[in-house]
């Protein structure tokens, strides 16, 4: 199943290669290795300086944010943005071996200056499973309150 991404890849190369397409421009780029897959030209623009700017300017008290990942594979991707922002961050990991049942965890860098427990509040609300001793169940969201 890890292999089909990189045969995609390679097949809309050529496919656009086909089409005579002479540059490709892409966004954060999956893997960068990709570009490897095109007979012309790539330039592949990183998004993190416009989000952080944007985030900077838009976000209210954004020095207080935890920037954080839904997985670990955007977990390069949110640990660079933290830190340009110089923020924590953290990952959310779900477990659905279980069957119906769904279990999410969140695994977070130090966070300075903030109470474990003041820092996050947790929202888990999931039909077919109850919520766990710690209180995660089912879709969890955590959002700093300090």
Not at 26 to 50: R, W, Y
Not at 60 to 84: C, F, H, I, Q
Request: with cysteine; aromatic share 4%.
């Amino acid at each position: 199943k890890a292999h089909r991404g990189a045969i995609t890849a390679r097949m809309l190369a050529n496919l656009l290669g086909v089409a005579g397409v002479k540059h490709v421009i892409t966004v954060d780029l999956h893997a960068s290795q990709m570009q490897g897959f095109f007979k012309c030209p790539v330039d592949n623009l990183h998004a993190e300086p416009i989000i952080a700017k944007w985030i900077r300017r838009n976000v209210d008290n954004w020095r207080e944010a935890v920037v954080v990942s839904k997985n670990a594979g955007g977990t390069k991707r949110v640990t660079s943005l933290a830190d340009a922002l110089k923020l924590n961050f953290g990952m959310v990991t779900t477990d659905r071996r279980r069957g119906t049942n769904m279990t999410a965890s969140m695994i977070m860098n130090h966070l300075d200056g903030l109470d474990r427990q003041s820092a996050l509040e947790t929202s888990a609300r999931n039909d077919m499973s109850p919520p766990h001793e710690d209180g995660v169940a089912g879709d969890a969201r955590y959002k700093s309150t300090q």
